[in-house]
């Protein structure tokens, strides 16, 4: 079957009448809607030289899209300017005490989370790993490791390095009962199914734009449960996370009451305004779509790596997976090198071939890559 989405929405992506484009896992393709939405700020700044009510607004309208988008309430969510500046508004809010001070990290996190958390031993944090099997790392694993002398499990919903999918609320179901935070990492995900953070039960989760939200670089959210908010206070801050920052005042240091609090200077305005334009084109075909055409190519991927007899890093079971799937090569830096002169636009993490899906990819696009793999098979591992 092709693909289930209406041709109008691939359409609003130039890129994809030249290239197979399957690296969303690094930076998602740019659509007309985003590209308008920049111009419309230019406009603006052209027009009005300095139209920060608007601007401001702007912002505004971001976190509530944003915020309708993963079912969270408005003050749950801070918009950040990464993901790794919203972990360590967590981290530095957090208190490592003699009773509990570990921080759980798996072995399957993008780098920037455990440098953040590792940071952390200074002020008393220490570090426990979960280890990985193979391609596999299990809710057994984490269960040995979190106790009673744990504060906090950050965890990744799909690793960037494999595809491998976690049971999150699974994992979120087992820090509870064990009394530690759980913090998700949903870059790898957001933008490809439907999200309810209230039912995934996490405490915090951090994502941003660029990739499968259709945005650029320069826009994260972190959403904080709203139990917690006036709980915590982080290190690093600035007059965006006060009460009024309009007031201008360098005392006191009042705190926003709502997740605002964890935001600190002049928002990015340029990105916001691209940022909601593509949220609103993924809302115009729904969540539910998007995944349901995500699995669909994602298996065509796999089910034919795996027919081909090649080394697949990626779970072979659909629901330990995201967006992303890898085949191992023997030089994978070449590998994408090759397919990009195919016209086949990939990345490499290691010794991993990353192949990324989101809605405006269609069958004809997973059967493009193979046969390039096919191609250049003597660079691709063998099972
Ligand atoms: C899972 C994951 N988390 C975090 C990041 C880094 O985010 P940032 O650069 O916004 O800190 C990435 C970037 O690729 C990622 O894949």
Known sequence: MESTLPDAFRARFPLL??????????????????????AAFTESWH???SPWDQWVAEVERLRAVFAAAVGADLDE?????????????????LAFDAARRQVVIGEFEFPTLAHIWLAQQRRGASIVWARAVDDTLTIDEYAARIDERTLVVPVTHVCFRNGYRLDVPRLAALCRERGAYMLLDDYQRTGTAPLNVHALGVDFMVT????????PSGVAFLYVRRALVERLEPLVTGWFG????FAFALQPLDWSS????FESGTPPVPNVYAATAGIALLQSVGFDAVERQVSRLVSRFVDGALARGFDVATPADPVRRGPLAV??????????????????????RGTGLRASFHAYNNDADVDVIL?????????????
Not at 18 to 26: D, L, M, T
Not at 334 to 347: C, D, N, P, T, Y
Not at 371 to 383: F, G, I
């Open 327 to 348: 085949v191992r090569a023997t030089d994978a830096a070449e590998l994408v090198r090759r397919l990009a002169a195919r016209g086949v636009i990939a990345s490499a």
């Open 371 to 383: 046969d390039a793999l096919d191609a250049e098979a003597t660079l691709v591992r063998r099972a």
């Open 17 to 38: 009448a030249r290239r197979v484009y399957v690296n969303s896992c690094s930076q998602g393709a740019l659509s007309l809607d985003v590209e308008a939405a920049l």
């Open 77 to 93: 969510i801070a918009v950040m300017p990464s993901a790794s500046a919203a972990i360590g508004a967590i981290a530095t809010a």
């Open 258 to 261: 709502s997740a605002r609090r």
């Open 47 to 49: 027009e009005h030289g």
């Open 242 to 245: 006060r009460a009024d920052p």
């Open 208 to 215: 941003g734009t660029l990739k499968y939200l259709l945005g």
